[in-house]
């Protein structure tokens, strides 16, 4: 079963606007953890985020999460045409994890 | 540092017929996880492998799928006899224990 459920399912945006990607998840969590898988490749770890943490930077990254509310929302910054790709938030519960189905981003130049 | 590498890349069978996919970790990670990701759809875990033994295999479908770690490095991945809804794509990831793990390029496979 599928614990973290992204929204929007896609997000179409110009180059240089922001991109938020929101996930929500229903069980207790160890972490959260944001992949990017671009079309036909593998997954790419891009950010974690711990239980006891609210937010987190990584380069145009930034992360946040409510565990009260079971959610987390990733946000890309000054957003690229490299950025296109499916996002996908994890939740660690037992050292597995389980993935959401994901958001698609669209960044035209 | 090299990546963690699978192969075949594409396979494309008729049902019925059986497939085997490989996977090579990164050297040194203990931990090993096969993925199935249906399209459209987010990676689900099918069996975690700490080192030859395994530590999670609730989702695997038993009846038709079975995987091995013999030596605590490589994996093999095997469907027989595969169906039409194993059209998929097949994910290796490992890690050496710390939280993130390491995707491969993943197999793609096709069942007419």
């Known amino acids: 079963s599928q614990q973290g459920e992204e929204d929007p399912q896609a997000l179409s945006i110009q180059e240089g606007e922001n991109a938020t990607m929101n996930c929500s998840y229903k069980t207790s969590i160890n972490n959260l953890q944001w992949y990017r898988q671009n079309s036909g490749r593998g997954l790419v770890h891009l950010i974690l985020i711990r239980s006891n943490e609210r937010e987190k930077h990584s380069g145009r990254l930034r992360v946040t999460l409510d565990t009260s509310k079971k959610s987390s929302s990733l946000l890309i910054t000054a957003s690229r045409a490299a950025d296109t790709a499916s996002y996908f938030c994890a939740t660690d519960a037992h050292s597995t994890l389980t993935f959401g189905k994901g958001t698609m981003l669209l960044v035209s130049p | 540092e090299a990546g963690v590498a699978q192969s075949p890349r594409y396979k494309i069978i008729e049902k019925r017929q059986s497939v085997a996919f490989w996977c090579n970790p990164i050297?040194?990670?203990?931990?090993l996880y096969w993925y199935q990701q249906i399209l459209g759809q987010g990676p689900k875990l099918l069996i975690q492998f700490q080192n030859n033994g395994v530590v999670d295999d609730s989702q695997l479908p038993k009846d038709r799928f079975s995987a091995e770690r013999l030596k605590g490095v490589d994996s093999t991945l095997k469907i027989q006899p595969a169906k039409l809804e194993d059209s998929a794509v097949y994910l290796c990831?490992?890690?050496?224990?710390?939280?993130?793990?390491?995707f491969g390029p993943g197999t793609r496979l096709t069942v007419l």
């Open positions: 990831a490992s890690t050496a224990g710390a939280d993130t793990q390491y």
């Open positions: 050297s040194g990670h203990a931990t």
